[in-house]
């Protein structure tokens, strides 16, 4: 049964920017403190392409087609799960956590899973995938411990 003891870790994470919160109660009073936050510039795909796509001639006569450009900003949000993972990784081996909650969108979650390390990934308890970065932490505690005893309920 996944409940947010005290100490439990809470990292609530976009493709931007990523909370580390910690409880500092029980579950059933759920006080989730800030202890860092780690965000990343991630501008617009148009804003970090410097030219226009490329262009290769086709069999025909004078016939050109566009080529497909990289897409800067869905690679920066890839790269920002690696980094995450990470963060998570060396906090993990140093001890830093037993517990994990991690909330994110389900891509989010996708990306993580594939980064992440086991020594992390022993320790998450929950995964709720949902994009809560923009909430207040009050209702960060009321969202997550609303969705893990739904869970619950869910299984008895």
């Known amino acids: 049964m996944a409940r947010i003891k005290e100490n439990t870790w809470v990292v609530v994470t976009d493709s931007e920017k990523a909370l580390f919160l910690r409880n500092l109660t029980d579950h059933e009073n759920p006080n989730l403190d800030v202890m860092e936050s780690e965000e990343q510039e991630n501008p617009s795909d148009e804003a970090q392409s410097a030219n226009r796509p490329g262009r290769m001639?086709?069999?025909?006569?004078?016939?050109?087609?566009?080529?497909?450009d990289t897409?800067?900003?869905?690679?920066?949000?890839?790269?920002?799960a690696h980094h995450l993972s990470d963060?998570?990784?060396?906090?993990?081996?140093?001890?830093?956590?037993?517990?994990?909650?991690?909330?994110?969108?389900?891509?989010v979650l996708g990306n993580l899973r594939d980064d992440m390390h086991k020594e992390v990934t022993d320790?998450?308890?929950?995964?709720?995938?949902k994009t809560l970065t923009n909430h207040p932490v009050n209702k960060i505690e009321e969202l997550v411990k609303k969705e893990l005893d739904e869970r619950q309920t869910e299984l008895t």
């Open 71 to 80: 897409d800067w900003h869905e690679l920066q949000k890839e790269r920002f």
């Open 57 to 68: 001639n086709d069999t025909g006569v004078q016939q050109r087609s566009a080529m497909d």
């Open 87 to 107: 963060i998570l990784y060396e906090k993990a081996h140093k001890g830093e956590f037993d517990r994990l909650i991690i909330v994110a969108s389900p891509q």
């Open 123 to 129: 320790k998450v308890v929950a995964e709720i995938p």
